[in-house]
């Protein structure tokens, strides 16, 4: 009986070392393209590096930026800082912090009903994001155009009562971000989040009536909270993030429709 308690207790305790290398389990909000597709591509990494990454997949902007902020998740990669700064507006209490520069997607224009800008007629109706950082990111983008002009042109929280000429008399629509691809038909012109834009299956490179170019101060980030943005694994996923391998993944994945920020 000593013998078999002996060795329970042996064995017991040779599972405490086990324990205290248990991997660390973050997870992230993102959404499904390309930012879940990259978290993807890192986990098998990460989970050698000790940290069980756990992607969370949504489809809008809003919750993965609440969840964090009530701490119901470690983190979020889906923003750029023009939305961080807007969402922390709104929400006094805001805890989210920018970790690392990823990526940048190039924000498009589309159209079902037209092959180029000069076609777009009189009273043109133009549908584009309805959160302010996104709304004046495509206000902008029209006005490089020549299609209307803007009070400031560096405004990147410009609205629609910043529009000072709109020689073609565009109509414009503010519609939920991702429900862009779904009114293509319904409108003359969208303007689409990249993100939305790939999993809709259009090419920006190719699909698009026009798109940003690489000076673009809309980088994707990926964010943490105020307490765990030192901890050794949001470090280990940022490092990962940043990495030649993550480059070349995005650069030969998307070839062109997602940039490289690092």
Not at 29 to 54: S, Y
């Amino acid at each position: 009986m000593r013998f078999k308690f002996a060795l329970l207790l042996a064995s017991s305790l040779s599972l405490v070392p086990l324990a205290a290398h248990a991997a660390d389990k973050l997870t992230i909000a993102a959404t499904p393209v390309p930012h879940a597709e990259i978290l993807e591509f890192v986990k098998p990494q990460l989970a050698q590096q000790g940290v069980d990454l756990q992607v969370k997949v949504f489809t809008d902007y809003v919750q993965p930026a609440v969840q964090v902020n009530e701490k119901r998740l470690d983190g979020n990669f889906f923003l750029h800082q023009p939305y961080l700064d807007e969402f922390k507006k709104g929400h006094k209490n805001d805890i989210e912090v920018p970790v690392a520069k990823v990526h940048v997607e190039p924000f498009g224009a589309y159209s079902a009903k037209h092959k180029k800008v000069a076609d777009l007629p009189d009273g043109a109706t133009v549908a584009i994001p309805n959160d302010p950082s996104n709304s004046g990111r495509a206000l902008l983008l029209l006005e490089r155009q020549g299609l209307l002009k803007l009070k400031d042109t560096k405004n990147i929280s410009a609205t629609r009562k910043d529009i000072v000429s709109n020689p073609k008399n565009l109509k414009i629509r503010e519609l939920e971000a991702a429900t862009l691809p779904r009114v293509l038909n319904q409108v003359d012109l969208a303007l689409i989040n990249t993100n939305y834009a790939l999993e809709a299956k259009l090419n920006p490179v190719k699909d698009s009536l026009f798109i940003e170019d690489g000076n673009s101060p809309y980088a994707n980030l990926l964010v943490a909270r105020e307490d765990n943005k030192d901890s050794p694994a949001i470090k280990k996923l940022a490092t990962a993030l940043n990495s030649p391998e993550v480059k070349k993944f995005i650069e030969e994945k998307y070839k062109g429709a997602v940039v490289p920020a690092f």
